[in-house]
């Protein structure tokens, strides 16, 4: 009797607080980089552990597949060869940053157009329904049309900190007078330049977004026809949810709307895996000197340095007394020396977390920064294109490593830059004081993007949280239209009070004002 009493309370109370059914749910990811997947597919694992039905689909092949959920790898053109190098060499010069964003849309709209015409997609599209549809944004909205097939919730999943096309599709504000720009690399408080300098770039940005999205709405009217789908527009006004891989420790401090949530540091594993064996056995013999892990990250390799700064790096590091992990991509490493293990592939969150590494020399790449920031490792930074300037800029105004570039690296240099980061406690100090930060959260980044994915889900949409501000333009956001209405009514108010004012003088001492002047002028006749 009293266990069936307490059988009726306990399911009493799991109706009352129903964990979210199993979804079905699309993950959409046509990014041309490797390194975007690695901050979109923790999402998926989570929302898989979470018993969730996804299906992921990719243009790159992906580094662990896992049976639990369904893969579809597209066949779609390849970027072109030498693209990376291409904006390496293109990345010097005061207008980088826009040829690099102008390049990567080209490429990323070209090759998310050819997804939705490849026959995998087509058939999907064709056969299934889905409950959520989850998208890797990079210059691609206009995939927004496949959630308006399926006539679901849409969320995005982005690398970074929101960008302007991203505020504008979910009502974020910019605030350029104390957000910096992405590709400035300023440091929060701005001072009067900063702003001078922050401002114009959120105007470039302005220009060039507006030129983006217009080739965008192009592409969308063009595979999404306003006879079948409902309008551009009207889709990126849908969007549900932002998720940003960027977290307010790491800045800028930014005010979102409640539909913008952050996931930063959700590549970051809560607990490191197993290291394979030459790789924990090399680790675990540096207990003495340490080791150093050098990396240029996923999209550039060691090569795409000139031969010569490769020699130079070569040389510095194997005089060190530390052990050297090396990611090198190609058959002949540059030397034999026994203090550096060269390997094609590693697991750098698992490295990251060793012990006994004591520096992280690293392209200076987002993902990179925040994993070596995580792990609380000091770095060295030889950026080489984007945003990776302005990463290690601002790696090195935190105190947290020292940057370079490339055509600045000499044998000199470079060792001193090496030591000075191994040597000096600062550097190892305050990016460990980060980490402890960073970590202090109520959630895991996985947790917290899975919760709010699921939200989305159980509310349909979840409506009521979406900002007003995404319904209205231009005139309405920046209230031309209510300061030119007030400008209007005090500016009649003026007119009428001057008006009154002069009827008022001129009734009461009009007369006496005529009889002064006279009298002066009577005055200056008998003088
Ligand atoms: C998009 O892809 C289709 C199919 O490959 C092609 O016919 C069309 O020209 C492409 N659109 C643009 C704007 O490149
Ligand atoms: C490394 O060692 C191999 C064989 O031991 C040798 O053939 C090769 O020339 C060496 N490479 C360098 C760069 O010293
Ligand atoms: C907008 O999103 C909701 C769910 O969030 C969906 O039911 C609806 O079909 C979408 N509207 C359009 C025009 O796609």
Known sequence: MKFTASLVVLMFFLAAFPTSESAKILGLFTAFCKSHLFLHMPVIHTLVERGHEVTVVTILPLDDPNPKYRHILLDVPKRPKGFISNIIDGSKGPLSMIRTIKKAADITMMQTNATLHEPQMKKLMAEESFDLVIFGYFFNSFQLGVAAHFKCPVVISFIHSPMRILNNIIGNPIESLYVPHMSMGLVQPLGFFDRVQNVLANLVDLALFSLIEFNMEKYYKFNFPAEKYPSYQDMLRNVSLVLTCHHFTDGPIRPNVPAVVEMGGIQVKAKPEVLPADIKEFLDGAAKNGALYFSL???????????????????????????????????????????????????????????????????????????????????????????????????????????????????????????????????????????????????????????????????????????????????????????????????????????????????????????????????????
């Not at 020396?337 to 060269?342: D, K, M």
């Not at 000499?410 to 600062?426: D, I, Q, R, Y």
């Not at 305050?430 to 996985?446: H, L, T």
């Open 297 to 527: 990250g996923t999209n550039a390799r060691s090569t795409d340095m000139n031969s010569d700064t490769i020699k130079t790096i070569y040389d510095v590091l194997s005089e060190l007394k530390q052990r050297v992990i090396w990611k090198w991509e190609e058959n002949t490493p540059p030397g034999n020396a026994s203090n550096i293990l060269f390997k094609k592939w590693l697991p750098q969150d698992d490295i990251l977390a060793h012990p006994n590494i004591k520096l992280f020399i690293t392209h200076g790449g987002h993902g990179s920064v925040v994993e070596s920031e995580y792990h609380g490792v000091p770095m060295v930074g030889i950026p080489l294109f984007g945003d990776q300037f302005s990463n290690m800029d601002g790696v090195q105004k935190a105190g947290y490593g020292l940057s370079l570039r490339e055509d600045e690296i000499t044998a000199g240099k470079f060792k001193s830059m090496v030591e000075e980061v191994l040597h000096n406690p600062t550097y190892r100090n305050k990016v460990q004081k980060f980490s402890r930060v960073s970590r202090d959260r109520p959630m895991s980044p996985r947790d917290t993007a899975a919760f709010w994915i699921e939200y989305i889900i159980r509310h349909r949409g979840a409506k009521h949280m979406q900002s007003p501000a995404v319904h209205m333009n231009f005139i309405q956001l920046y209230g031309l239209d209510v300061f030119g209405f007030l400008f209007a009514i005090l500016y009649g108010i003026f007119k009428a009070i001057v008006l009154i004012f002069r009827k008022v003088v001129y009734s009461l001492f009009g007369r006496s004002c005529k009889n002064q002047n006279k009298d002066n002028s009577e005055q200056k006749k008998k003088q």
